[in-house]
């Protein structure tokens, strides 16, 4: 394809993504009073955790307008992901090598389960860490909590440990592209336990801990997961070399 024949095809693919943007932008309209029902839950149960007063606060004329429109952008972004991630892919994949292709949809169908996992571990902790940073105010002050303050906060939350999870991906794909090896990440497994760690205190302040380790864990057996992909791969590569090697000696003079 020429560049003009490239730059046609990217402007199709582009409205094809807006327009399953759009639609789905709509259906979350009509499904964000849902969402907001279950994003402020955490925040009504502080009234028995705590016996205090806690509301959600509009502080603007516009606040409960723009909240909607944003959680609508945002479920719509969910909703057509998978029109606007083929968009992506089939513009991208006709110019991709077939091992590069390999990897490529390995990546899609291994992250995108990885990150909704994260995501639903976020939602999981999300009133234990709701609960303990407004628990920090006297027991005879009220909550007035601002609405969008409180979704950035949600959302930046659940993406965050999201992606957490999805960072194993990205160690196999260094491997297989010969920048890491398994030797290095096994020898770099304590500070990797450390790093874990420390992530999960300050994403799920928790007093309790369970919600730390309930996404420590996880996050330290696909560390773990991802050496053992990365070994079984360095072994094959191995091999292939021996093999290869041994090729070249047995045919020489």
């Known amino acids: 394809m020429s560049l003009g024949q490239h730059l046609v095809e990217l402007r199709k693919r582009l409205y094809l993504a807006a327009a399953g943007l759009l639609i789905g932008a709509i259906a979350g309209w009509f499904l964000s009073d ?3 029902d279950q994003l ?7 009234i028995n955790a705590q016996h205090r007063n806690a509301q ?16 609508s952008l945002y479920v719509g ?3 057509s992901s998978p029109v ?17 292709k390999k990897y490529t949809f390995g990546f899609l169908f291994t992250a995108i389960p990885l990150f909704l996992a994260g995501c639903a571990a976020g939602w999981v902790v999300l009133p ?17 909590i601002n609405a969008q303050g409180y979704f950035d ?17 990205f160690i196999v794909l ?4 010969g920048v890491i090896s398994a030797a290095s990440i096994i020898k770099s497994w304590r500070i990797a336990i450390l790093v874990i760690v420390l992530f999960t205190a300050i994403a799920t302040p928790a007093a309790d801990v369970v919600s730390m380790f309930l996404l420590a864990i996880p996050m330290v057996m696909l560390y773990f997961a991802a050496y053992g992909i990365a070994w079984l791969h360095d072994r094959r590569a191995a091999r292939k070399v021996l093999a290869f090697e041994k090729e070249l000696g047995l045919r020489a003079p």
């Open 34 to 36: 849902f969402v907001w």
């Open 40 to 46: 402020r839950e955490p925040i009504y149960a502080i």
């Open 56 to 71: 959600i606060n509009y502080p603007d004329i516009t606040s409960a307008f723009d909240l909607k429109l944003k959680i």
């Open 77 to 79: 972004l969910i909703v």
């Open 84 to 100: 606007w991630l083929y968009q992506v892919f089939a513009f991208l994949v006709p110019g991709l090598t077939r091992t590069e």
């Open 128 to 144: 234990h860490v709701v609960e303990l940073m407004t628990s920090f105010a006297p027991t005879e002050d009220s909550a007035f």
């Open 153 to 169: 906060f949600v959302l930046k939350l659940v993406v965050a440990i999201g992606i957490a999870f999805v960072l194993p991906v």
């Open 174 to 177: 260094l491997n297989f592209a």
